[in-house]
């Protein structure tokens, strides 16, 4: 019997139907116009691109020019690439431009469709930003899609790292902008600590299409960006608490896998304090428990989750002896990424590898704030459906299934559950020979590197030809996966999510081409590819005869949409495939949520050793288990998110005031208005309101006067004067700093002046905010201790972040009022000193190169026409760029530093 949900979607159709339909109209209206653009010259297509922007600018709205741009683009892509976009394509382009998510099946050609939405926003000149999920994708993507934009006479950029700052300027000033999520967080953060316009790379976010847009808003949103400095090295304390951990023994610590948290017990506290005692860590008299020991506690408790939760070849590879993490997502490896709090130094000294120095934020944003300061958001992925509440609640995107060009013709068989990790693997590797034998290519997908090693060594041992993909060989990955659908062929690969590549039936075509030029370089081109085509189609015809593509997974992820990614993987464009996941009692997921009553059911039915229980019932079990597992991780980040937003309201302001100040050709009213504050603030804190002259501290208010204005006033002899009250000494005094601002911008020019008051204001806001984030940290580990006095820690963090930023805003105040108060230029003799200081430098460097068997080439002189004592001649250098003076030194430690 149908259940009454069932019955009105049959008469009503779904909402995602009703969106579908909705955009069969405008798909219509495309259709019609094809014959009328295919007419069209290639002058004529790019003619149409300038006519369509001017409409544009000139505010008709975009929805009105969608027919016409979309047909031109599809138009463009037909002669620059050979592709003519489906209907599908269309609308998976429709519901992009309408800020959604298009939920695209793997092989429907989502490349393609991101062109159409990217060339109709990108009419207004505002720029438009594809998000890619690694650089090789940024780059392959912007290099294929230049050609279509070529074609409409757009300018197409990417954006990578380490790339120079003029290249990476000029990129983002092109019409569409391929870019890393990585890449644009970063360079959100780098420009707002620019010091100049003129240095800032990013023009205003105005609309981002993301590709694989759950694992980018998602999977990677739960840490945030940061941008780090050096801080104290502790290397020694490090290596030292390594050498105790070992010792520590299982009923010294509990260890909860769910919350992948790991804490001491009572015995293991007293343990650690014998202990830490006998190697000179902790003083006599002192407890693991009182203040002192925090930073010590805080390194013991690294270095036993650094032992404890974190595996290698699973978490993290050590590689030229440095750890390098692995995404737990992709599988691929994160270079220069680092884990906080001091606990990669923990895996360091764990894997005896070089430790390098902690790190203190400078800068940091999440991926869900930044990514929610575009005016327009979209994404493309192939699974997206089960996070669509998430989607909804923290970014306002919608999720449409977007249908199929060709239904889809994959079996997806039940799960195989085994008794143990053996059994499992027996049955993995008899099934992969069995596929083998017949010439069916099969992708095997594994949860670690260390599996995916450890299965290919049973495949060596069961004598079949195969090859692995992970983190070790992140090289090779574009053509091994290229690969994977040849005839025969069996790949395994450590989470297949986000690679980027095709796998096409019979292998693809591309990738043999281009190796076929590459063996055989005097031979046309042209020649090769006919070639290749006429052979890649019987390769592709005898794949499909031995059933497409088979997926074989050997385990459930904790996120349904990673095992919906690498199932996605067959099947494309309605090829044939098949999708199995081997699964065991022994697997994390079982292990941890429930395999208890499974393993009764399994022993009550009397299964024999090798045997699988296969059922429906076992399916829907373990989805279950993974939605719970998916609702825990999106609280969290819920969570993160919440009290990530207090700070982000923070950053929004301090940013807004830095670019304001840079924008400001004049500055000088607003150190004015900060003097008059600070003079206030002296006067409300020596001259309280409602007291009489004589109970005011004209002693200390005379000390705080030289030390922040830098002026010598007779004020106690004015607090003594007949009829004087405290608005009459504000006053005096605001004129008396005003004259002495005037004089001093006299001495060193009005130019030069603004330059000193601009370069002071951000220097101090830079170095406020880093102190500010710092405390905001220190804060948000240690709030959530409230909650056992019954406070709610979120209602805590936010009225004390609050209260931190107002202090922020004064120090700021003080800070400047007092530098600009005692800048002066320098006397000759201090000139003479400088110069002096700096050559020693420079003659002491080059001896220590040549003690080190190291010569190292001659540094350039200074900059043509420096002038010593001229700042105009100087330049325009950065604060961490080489001094203009020679000196070799960072011109912030040099001319940069105001004596």
Not at 227 to 236: F, L, T, V, Y
Not at 730 to 755: I, V
Not at 784 to 811: C, H, M, S, V, W
Not at 872 to 878: E, F, H, I, L, V
């Amino acid at each position: 019997m149908l259940g009454l949900g069932t019955i009105a979607k049959k008469v009503f159709g779904t909402p995602n139907d009703r969106l579908i339909k909705a955009t069969r109209p405008l798909v219509a209206k495309i259709n019609a116009l094809e014959p009328e653009f295919e007419k069209l010259s290639d002058v004529e297509l790019k003619d149409k691109t300038e006519a369509l922007a001017t409409r544009a600018m000139s505010g008709e709205s975009l929805d009105a020019m969608l027919p016409e741009a979309f047909a031109n683009c599809r138009e463009a892509a037909r002669r620059a690439l050979g592709l003519r976009a489906h209907d599908v394509q269309l609308m998976g382009g429709i519901f992009l431009h309408q800020g959604n998510i298009s939920e695209m099946k793997t092989g429907e050609g989502k490349t393609l469709v991101a062109t159409f939405p990217a060339y109709l926003n990108a009419l207004t000149g505002k720029g438009v930003h594809v998000v890619t999920v690694n650089d090789y994708l940024a780059r392959r993507d912007a290099e294929w899609m230049a050609q279509v934009f070529t074609a409409l006479g757009m300018t197409t950029g990417v954006v990578y790292p380490q790339q120079p700052d003029d290249e990476k300027r000029a990129a983002y000033a092109c019409d569409i902008t391929y870019a890393t999520n990585n890449e644009l967080g970063f360079d959100y953060l780098r420009d707002n600590m620019k010091s100049e316009l003129s240095q800032m790379s990013q023009r205003e976010h105005n609309f981002a299409i993301v590709d694989e847009v759950d694992s980018i808003l998602i999977d990677e949103a739960r840490t945030p960006l940061i941008i780090s400095g050096p801080a104290q090295d502790r290397s020694e304390l490090y290596k030292t608490i390594d050498l105790i951990i070992p010792e520590v023994l299982d009923e010294h610590f509990e260890l909860d896998e769910k919350s992948r948290s790991v804490t001491f017990t009572d015995e293991g506290n007293d343990f650690l304090e014998r202990r830490l005692s006998s190697a000179g860590l902790l003083p006599e008299g002192q407890t693991l428990y009182d203040p002192e020991s925090t930073t010590l506690v805080h390194h013991i408790n690294q270095g036993l989750r650094a032992h404890k939760l974190f595996t290698k070849d699973k978490d993290y590879i050590v590689r030229n002896n440095e750890v390098v993490l692995i995404d737990e997502f992709t599988g691929r490896m994160m270079s220069g990424r680092r884990l906080s709090d001091g606990l990669h130094q923990a895996i360091e000294a764990k894997e005896n590898c070089a430790i390098q120095a902690e790190n203190v934020t400078l800068a940091s944003v999440t991926f869900q704030n930044y990514f929610r300061l575009y005016n327009k958001l979209s994404g493309m992925t192939g699974t997206a459906l089960t996070e669509a509440e998430e989607f909804d609640d923290i970014y306002k995107l919608g999720v449409v299934e977007v249908p199929t060009n060709r239904p889809v013709a994959r079996i997806d068989d039940h799960d195989q559950v085994f008794r143990t990790a053996k059994e499992k693997f027996d049955g993995v590797v008899k099934s992969i020979k069995e596929a083998n034998e017949k010439g069916q290519p099969v992708l095997v997908g594994t949860t670690s590197i260390e599996k995916s090693e450890m299965l290919s060594q049973l495949l060596t041992s069961a004598d079949i030809k195969h090859n692995v993909l992970n983190a070790r060989q992140h090289e090779q990955e574009a053509q091994i996966v290229a690969d994977a659908g040849k005839l025969g062929a069996v790949t395994i690969a450590t989470n297949m999510a986000g690679r980027g590549t095709d796998i096409k039936l019979g292998g693809n075509v591309e990738f043999k081409v281009m190796e076929a030029i590459a063996a055989e370089p005097d031979v046309d081109h042209a020649v090769i590819r006919t070639r290749i085509e006429e052979g890649h189609a019987a390769d592709e015809e005898a794949v499909k005869e031995a059933g497409g593509l088979y997926v074989l997974a050997t385990e459930r992820h904790e996120s349904r949409r990673i095992d919906n990614q690498l199932r996605g993987r067959s099947g494309r464009q309605g090829d044939p495939g098949r999708s199995s996941f081997f699964l065991s009692l022994d697997d994390d997921l079982m292990r941890i949520f429930g395999s208890e009553r499974l393993d009764k059911v399994l022993s009550s039915l009397g299964m024999k050793e090798g045997e699988a229980i296969v059922h429906p019932w076992v399916n829907r079990s373990l989805e279950r288990a993974q939605a719970k597992v998916e609702g825990r991780n999106f609280d969290i980040r819920k969570q993160l998110l919440k009290f990530d937003d207090v700070m982000n309201d923070q950053r929004k302001v301090i940013f807004s005031q830095r670019r304001e100040i840079m924008e400001s050709q004049d500055v000088s009213e607003i150190t004015k208005d900060m003097r008059h504050e600070v003079i206030e603030d002296l006067i409300d804190t020596y001259m309280p309101p409602k007291t009489y002259a004589d109970q005011w501290d004209m002693k200390g208010f005379y000390a705080d006067v030289i030390k922040h204005l830098n002026i010598d006033e007779p004020v106690m002899a004015w607090a003594e004067e007949e009829g004087v009250d405290d608005e009459i000494i504000q006053e005096r005094l605001e004129a008396a700093s005003d004259k002495y601002m005037d004089e001093k911008t006299e001495t060193f020019g009005r130019e030069t002046m603004l330059g000193i008051e601009k370069q002071i204001l951000l220097q101090t806001i830079d170095g406020k905010w880093r102190e500010h984030l710092l405390t905001l940290e220190h804060l948000r580990s240690v709030v959530g201790f409230r909650g056992y006095a019954q406070r709610d820690p979120l209602n805590e963090y936010k009225t004390e972040a609050f209260q931190l930023f107002e202090g922020l805003l004064d120090g700021l105040r003080s800070d400047v009022t007092e530098k600009l108060g005692q800048i002066r230029p320098m006397t000759q003799e201090e000139q003479q000193a400088m110069i002096a200081q700096i050559t020693a430098q420079q003659k002491q460097l080059a001896e220590g190169a040549k003690s080190a068997g190291q010569v190292p080439a001659a540094k350039e002189g200074a900059r043509p026409g420096f002038v010593e004592d001229d700042p105009k001649t100087w330049g325009n250098p950065g604060r961490n760029d080489d001094c203009p003076c020679g000196s070799g030194k960072k011109f912030k430690h040099c001319h940069g530093k105001l004596a």
